[in-house]
Nanobody, 120 residues
Framework: HVQLVESGGGSVQAGGSLRLSCQVS????????MGWFRQAPGKEREGVAA????????HVADSVKGRFAISQDSAKKTAYLQMNSLKSEDTALYYC??????????????WGQGTQVTVS
């Protein structure tokens, strides 16, 4: 009942940039939070950034602060993750996630398929 379309992943050299996009193309609820998570092999999943659709709040993890930024287009129900100054340690499978506005703040109940980001 919910479909997230992710794009923008790929391979890039250290110091380069990528921009990930995530659009809620089908939803049975009013979209509240949208965010990005990542998981590298042998590592636990970590939150990267989050925003509230239609709002101005933006949260970025300390590990990527100053390099990554999250933005949104509420009309398109889309969140973006701008990734600059990429490092090899940023290599991971990145997941977009979303939650309903009625579920409570920062409750992510739906997940995309993931897009691979590789930094060499």
């Amino acid at each position: 009942h919910v479909q997230l379309v992710e794009s923008g992943g790929g391979s890039v050299q250290a110091g380069g940039s990528l921009r990930l996009s995530c659009q809620v193309s089908r939803s049975t609820y009013s979209v509240g939070c949208m965010g990005w998570f990542r998981q590298a092999p042998g590592k636990e999943r970590e939150g990267v950034a989050a925003t509230w659709l239609g709002g101005t709040t933006a949260h970025v993890a300390d590990s990527v602060k100053g390099r990554f930024a999250i933005s949104q287009d509420s009309a398109k129900k889309t969140a973006y993750l701008q990734m600059n100054s990429l490092k090899s340690e940023d290599t991971a499978l990145y997941y977009c996630a979303t939650g309903s506005a009625s579920s409570g703040p920062w409750t992510f109940g739906y997940w995309g398929q993931g897009t691979q980001v590789t930094v060499s």
